[in-house]
């Protein structure tokens, strides 16, 4: 079955960064588009950053230019490298596996989250 399994997440003063990895498996996952999202305390969930299976990328404009969102092809894995960190960037972060390979698709699988809190 599809497992999508975050790690990384953790306390980090504001400017500081972090790097999120979600590890895959039970689907074929370069033919995939992968994404982070998150979700804040009493807010619904958002869209952190997207990749297609062809490694095209798509972020946040709250997130642009701090946050690169990557894919490992062999290792089936997809990571969020989080610099300049935020206190809004406070949020539990879950991996998600796309319906097909563009970023024009919703997510069907999530992983369980992990918690990211950046103190100011």
């Known amino acids: 079955q599809v497992q999508l399994v975050e790690s990384g997440g953790g306390l980090v003063q504001a400017g500081g960064s972090l790097t999120l990895s979600c590890a895959t498996s039970g689907f074929a996952f370069g033919m995939y588009a992968m994404g982070w999202y998150r979700q804040a305390p009493g807010k619904e969930r958002e869209v952190v950053a997207r990749?297609?299976?062809?490694?095209?990328?798509v972020y946040a404009d709250a997130v642009g230019g701090r946050f690169t969102i990557s894919r490992d092809n062999v290792k089936n894995s997809v990571h969020l490298q989080m610099n300049r960190l935020k206190a809004d960037d406070t949020a539990v972060y879950y991996c998600?596996?796309?319906?097909?390979?563009?970023?024009?698709?919703?997510?069907?699988?999530w992983g369980q989250g992990t918690q990211v809190t950046v103190s100011s």
């Open positions: 998600a596996k796309h319906r097909a390979p563009s970023l024009q698709t919703n997510p069907d699988y």
């Open positions: 990749i297609s299976s062809g490694g095209v990328t």
